[in-house]
C-alpha cells in the first residue's frame, strides 16, 4: 500500500506536537503527488523510479473516534509496473495511545507480487513529546498470510514550519507472498516544510535492509518528494 504521504507522518507525531503542526497543516482532505527513486513495500521492491497520487479524507465521527478513507495511484515511469487501491480506518486517539483498525485492497500490474486484501490493527504509544511506538499486524487474504512490524519514531520542531521525521523498525510475515519469518529493517527520514496554511513538500530518504535471503530481491536504498495539498 502506498499511504507513504503527510497523514502517515503525522501518524507518528506525538500528540502535543501533532497539535502545533495542526496549527501550520490543516487536517481533513489531503491529496498528494510524489516521485521516489524505487517503489519499495515490506521489503519487496515493486518498481523504479514511480510518480504516485493519493487523496485522504479525514473524519472525525465523535470525540476520539476519527474516520480515514483513502485511494492511490502509482505508476512507474517506464511503464513496466502500476497500482491501484483504497483503503477505510477507524481509530480512537486517548491521551498517549492511539487504536485503530481498517480493511485495505490494493491491484498490481507487471511486479513481484500479485493483489493484496487485508485486514490489519494497530496501536500508537506516545510516552514523550518526541519518542513514539507503533505496532502494525495484518491478514493478507489473497496470499493467506501474516504480517506485522514494530517502528519507532523520532520527531522535532525545527522552526516555525518545518518538522523532522525519522522512523525505522523490523518486520516479521508468516507466508505473505511465500515469505517467513524475520523480513526487513526499515526507516525512513523525512523533512516536512509548510509553504502556507494549505501546501507543503516533504523531500523523504529511506532503506530496507532485509534480514534473510530471498531469491531475486536485494536491499533497498531510495529517496523521493512528496507535494501535498490540504483542505
Do not use: C
Not at 520527531?155 to 507466508?175: I, M, N, Q, V, Y
Not at 529517496?223 to 483542505?231: D, L, Q, R, S
Amino acid at each position: 500500500m502506498l499511504r507513504l504521504s503527510s497523514l502517515l507522518i503525522l501518524t507518528f507525531l506525538p500528540a502535543n506536537l501533532l497539535a502545533e503542526v495542526e496549527e501550520e497543516i490543516p487536517l481533513g482532505v489531503e491529496v498528494v503527488t510524489g516521485l521516489r527513486s524505487d517503489y519499495v513495500y515490506r521489503g519487496f521492491q515493486l518498481g523504479g523510479t514511480t510518480l504516485d497520487a493519493q487523496l485522504e479524507t479525514e473524519i472525525v465521527i465523535t470525540d476520539g473516534f476519527v474516520l480515514n478513507l483513502g485511494g492511490w495511484l502509482a505508476s512507474e515511469l517506464s511503464d513496466d509496473f502500476w497500482e491501484g487501491g483504497g483503503y477505510v480506518e477507524v481509530h480512537r486517539e486517548f491521551e498517549k495511545i492511539s487504536l485503530g483498525g481498517g480493511f485495505t485492497h490494493a491491484s498490481r500490474d507487471k511486479t513481484v507480487i500479485g493483489d493484496t486484501t487485508e485486514a490489519s490493527l494497530h496501536l500508537n504509544y506516545f510516552p514523550t513529546n518526541w519518542l513514539d511506538f507503533r505496532f502494525l499486524g495484518s491478514r493478507d487474504f489473497e496470499s493467506d498470510g501474516w504480517y506485522s512490524s514494530f517502528e519507532s519514531g523520532l520527531s522535532h520542531r525545527l522552526g516555525e514550519e518545518t518538522f523532522f521525521l525519522l522512523t525505522s523498525g523490523l518486520s516479521w510475515s508468516d507466508g505473505f507472498n511465500d515469505r517467513d519469518g524475520w523480513n526487513d529493517f526499515f526507516g525512513r527520514l523525512s523533512l516536512t516544510y509548510a509553504v502556507s496554511d494549505t501546501v507543503s513538500i516533504t523531500p523523504f530518504a529511506g532503506w530496507s535492509l532485509l534480514l534473510r535471503d530471498h531469491e531475486g530481491d536485494d536491499d533497498s536504498l531510495f529517496a523521493g518528494v512528496w507535494f501535498e495539498v490540504f483542505f
